[in-house]
């Protein structure tokens, strides 16, 4: 699905860059993953979005004033149709309201939350703008997870706010995840990783349950060369998974990120 009109409610819908260097962040993903970059202006903080064939795929923004020392992070967005309602069910469910809700003039009403584990996440209520404009093709995002410390909790935490069809892969020991399908959705659209080794598995979050963002790429191993060329650096692989092969990588400024050569 390369070109996306909407996303249905408790997919991941967008992802943005806590980026405290601007131009450090738009060199480095501009290098590796080929995004050209329309900045907002000061009047939106200098949101900038990071364009792929011309559409908008994901956006870089500079810490807000009094949040400088924030660390540098991708923010996953959960869509939904009523913010207020997701807020309640994170609360109801265990887990805190970080900011919001409020409104984004002319795009929609988001908040940001914490689950009962301490991963952070969007949730985003369209209103102009839906998310992603591309999916699942070199250059746009092609999946998200959460890594956490409590599996079965997890699943039923974001069970509440969403009613996915959760499915188990792996023998739930060394291999604990689940995939997410939201009702009448054609796909999963993102799952749950349990760390078994939380002090490494974790580390790419800073230690904590964290939500990550994947990017499709043509050739991984030749973008794994040009994350290190560029100033970032290749945490795990590249290697071989079920779903393609990928690597795991954090940018110049610590930020974790994955990229993944889908089959064909």
């Known amino acids: 699905m390369p070109d996306v009109s909407s996303f249905p409610d408790g997919a991941p819908c967008w992802a943005d860059l806590n980026a405290p260097d601007l131009e450090s962040s738009r060199r480095f993903y501009g290098a590796v993953l080929g995004w050209e970059f329309q900045d907002n202006g000061p009047e939106y903080g200098h949101y900038t979005m990071c364009l792929w064939k011309g559409k908008p795929v994901a956006a870089l923004m500079p810490p807000p004033p009094g949040a400088e020392g924030l660390a540098p992070a991708w923010n996953v967005y959960l869509k939904t149709s009523d913010v207020d309602a997701s807020i309640a069910a994170v609360e109801a469910g265990g887990g805190k309201i970080a900011m919001g809700p409020h409104d984004v003039p002319g795009a929609g009403r988001l908040a940001f939350a914490f689950d009962p584990q301490g991963a952070s996440f969007g949730l985003w209520q369209p209103g102009g703008h839906e998310g992603a404009q591309l999916y699942g093709e070199p250059g746009a995002m092609c999946w998200n997870e959460v890594y956490t410390t409590a599996g079965g909790a997890a699943d039923a935490f974001y069970a509440g706010l969403f ?102």
């Open 163 to 264: 009613p996915y069809e959760q499915r188990q892969i792996g023998d739930s020991e060394n291999f604990d995840y689940t995939v997410w399908t939201p009702p009448g959705a054609e796909r999963e659209v993102c799952g749950r990783l349990r760390a078994t080794d939380p002090v490494n598995e974790l580390a790419a979050g800073g230690g904590s349950p964290f939500w990550s963002v994947y990017f499709a790429v043509a050739d991984v191993d030749e973008t794994a060369k040009q994350i290190a060329a560029v100033g970032g650096s290749v945490l795990h692989g590249p290697f071989d998974s079920p779903y393609g092969r990928l690597c795991v990588a954090k940018d110049p400024s610590g930020a974790s990120f994955a990229v993944i050569t889908l089959p064909r």
